[in-house]
């Protein structure tokens, strides 16, 4: 991933905030002078232009006040993301449809996750077991038996 998270972000959630408020005080000053309709239509396209763009920023925003993003699903892959020095990473596990819009994930074993995770990952297997327990029922979180065929750990 060459996903980053710089100042510039920071001061397009500042500089959108603004806008908001500017825009949701001139439609309170339409409102104050009798014009409603305007007042209100202005007032209505900053609630859902801002809603807009703040569902549309969730997870950079997460990623800044935490450090981390729970994830989201690509295609047959949850995605788990940090942010590191700026740059996002991520690591991907597979998901299993399993009906009616559910997915179970599933983790590698201790072995083969120590074999394959990204350096970053390795040694932070159970911290991220708990924070995808934040999302996934338990019951839908499968660890898969280490493969045979899985290099031992380098250490």
């Not at 002078?33 to 305007?38: A, L, P, S």
């Not at 950079?60 to 047959?76: D, Q």
């Not at 995605?79 to 740059?87: A, K, M, P, S, W």
Request: hydrophobic share 45%; charged share 25%.
């Amino acid at each position: 991933m060459d996903d980053r998270i710089g100042n510039s972000f920071r001061s397009l959630i500042a500089a959108v905030c603004a806008l908001a408020v500017l825009a949701l005080a001139s439609a309170f000053a339409l409102l104050a002078r009798g014009e409603v309709v305007n007042g209100t239509a202005l007032a209505a396209a900053t609630y859902f232009l801002f809603r807009l763009f703040w569902r549309s920023t969730q997870r950079k925003r997460e990623l800044l006040r935490r450090g981390y993003f729970i994830g989201r699903r690509v295609g047959t892959h949850w995605v788990y993301e940090e942010l590191r020095g700026g740059e996002i990473v991520g690591l991907e596990l597979p998901l299993e449809y399993v009906g009616q819009g559910e997915y179970d994930i599933h983790v590698p074993g201790e072995r083969d996750w120590s074999a394959r995770a990204p350096e970053w990952a390795r040694a932070r297997r159970e911290e991220i077991i708990v924070r995808l327990l934040a999302v996934f029922k338990r019951s839908q979180l499968h660890v898969d038996p280490d493969s045979a065929q899985a290099p031992p750990a380098h250490g």
